[in-house]
């Protein structure tokens, strides 16, 4: 009987590594960076959905360590050593920044777009207001 994994859900496998660092770190990005998944710990399945749906069959390992896998291939985490340990890569972080909180990401490393962006809506807004003042009186 053949048995398919859940799809890689990249955004819930981020965020899920993510969640698991920042409760035992907070923001301290040097551990964050330095910090250890294990591929075959069942644990982390609790912050991830997709998986958990699936923890009662037998083969959750092989789902966890598929993703992981997956993860790897494209450059999310990287193995440090040959075993089934895994640590987040600056851009696997990263993108776990922007699927958290997308506006707040563009805000704090883009502000210069961002502040550009909230003057001319404002400037907007007010020409509208304006105009529908000198049309109204």
Request: net charge positive.
């Amino acid at each position: 009987m053949e048995i398919s994994t859940p799809a890689f859900n990249e955004k819930e496998f981020l965020l899920g590594l993510l969640a698991i660092t920042k409760e035992k770190f907070g923001s301290e990005l040097r551990f964050i960076m330095e910090h250890k998944f294990s591929s075959i710990d069942l644990d982390i399945i609790e912050y991830m959905p997709t998986l958990k749906k699936h923890s009662q069959k037998i083969e959750i390992k092989k789902y966890l360590s598929q993703w992981f896998a997956e993860a790897l291939a494209r450059n999310l985490v990287i193995r440090p050593t040959k075993d089934h340990h895994f640590v987040f890569s600056k851009q696997g972080y990263e993108a776990a920044l922007i699927n958290k909180s997308p506006v707040k990401y563009f805000a704090k490393n883009h502000w210069a777009w961002f502040t550009g962006i909230v003057i001319g809506v404002l400037n907007l807004a007010a020409a509208i207001i304006i105009k529908v003042i000198q049309c109204s009186g």
